[in-house]
C-alpha cells in the first residue's frame, strides 16, 4: 500500500517537473508570444477585415439582410397547403409585374372551412363576405410554408378571418429574381390591390412580421398617402429603421467598438437603398392621412 502511494508522488513529482521544464522563460515568452498574435488576429479580423469587407463589397449586408437563400421548409409543397396543415386553402400566384408571380395562400376563415367547392371564383367570392382580411407580409428567410407562421395562420383562422400569406419575390416558390427593398415593397402593395378589387366592404388589416414591419409600414403609409389605406396595421417585432437595426442588432454588438463600423454599415445600407425607414413612414403616412 505505502509502495503505490510513493509511486503516485513519484510521477506527480515527475508531471510537476516536466510541466517547470517545459515553462521556462524562453518557452513562457513563445506562449506569449503566441497568445498575442492570435489576439491581433481576431482582433484585425473583427474590427478591420469585417467592417471593410462590409464597405468594399455591401452585397454582403444585403444577403444578409434579405436571407432569401435561407428556403425552409425545404421539402414545402407549396400547390398543397394542407401538407403544412391548412386544410380549406388555396394556392395560387398573383402578378406582381411582367414575369414576376407571387406564390400566395388564401386561408378561409373558420366558419367557412367545410365548404366543398374549392374553385378560385368562390374563395374570391368569399373576400366580399363581410369577414375580415389578414394580409401577412412575413420576415426575413423561409417562406409563407414556415411553421412558425402556420401556428399563426391557424390562430388567425379560429378568429374567423381570411389569411392571405404571400412570399415576396425570391422567396418560396415565387419567382427567382433579385431583391430590394422597393422591390418588395411594391410586391405588398400588388397584393394588397389585388385583394382591394376583390373585397368589396370587407375590412383589410397588414400583418408585418420582422423586416415585414418595414416592407408593410411603408407600403401603408404610401397607401395612406394616396388616400387608400387599410384598416389598420399590425407590427410583430418591429424596428424603427435599418440603420438602428443593423448596428444594434445582438449580432453586431462585437463590432460597435469599432468606430468606422455605423459608418462602414450605413454607407453599405445607402448603397444597396435599404432604408425601411418605419419610423418616418408611418409618421408621414399617418399625418398626410389626417390632413386628407
Known sequence: MHSRIEQSQSLLETKETRMH??????????LIQF????????????????????????????????L??????????YSDPQSSGLPATRNFYIESEPEVLLGTWHIL??????????????????????????LYMHGNSGSRAGYHRVELYQVL??????????DYRGYGDSSPVSVTEDALVHDGRSV???????????????????????VSSRAVSELCQE?????????????????????????????????WYRWAA?????????????????????YKFKDL
Request: no cysteine; glycine share 8%.
Open 192 to 214: 394588397f390591390s389585388w385583394l382591394k378589387e376583390r373585397s368589396g366592404n370587407s375590412p383589410i388589416f397588414v400583418w408585418g412580421h420582422s423586416l415585414g414591419t418595414g
Open 157 to 166: 383562422r379560429d378568429l374567423d378571418v381570411h389569411v392571405i400569406a404571400f
Open 35 to 66: 497568445g498575442f498574435r492570435s489576439v491581433v488576429v481576431v482582433l484585425t479580423v473583427l474590427y478591420g477585415v469585417v467592417p471593410l469587407g462590409i464597405y468594399v463589397f455591401p452585397g454582403i449586408l444585403k444577403t444578409l439582410i434579405f
Open 109 to 134: 376563415p373558420k366558419s367557412l372551412m367545410d365548404t366543398k367547392d374549392t374553385s378560385p371564383s368562390f374563395y374570391e367570392s368569399s373576400l366580399r363576405g363581410g369577414h375580415p382580411i389578414i
Open 68 to 77: 432569401t437563400f435561407v428556403n425552409k421548409p425545404i421539402m414545402a409543397n
Open 227 to 259: 388616400g387608400n389605406p387599410p384598416v389598420g396595421l399590425v407590427l410583430e417585432a418591429p424596428f424603427n429603421n435599418m440603420q438602428e437595426e443593423v448596428v444594434m442588432h445582438p449580432l453586431s454588438r462585437v463590432f460597435r467598438l469599432v468606430p
Open 266 to 286: 450605413v454607407s453599405a445600407l445607402k448603397r444597396n437603398k435599404i432604408l425601411f425607414e418605419s419610423d418616418k413612414q408611418l409618421r408621414n403616412g399617418i
Open 21 to 30: 521544464l517545459s515553462l521556462s522563460p524562453r518557452g513562457r515568452r513563445r
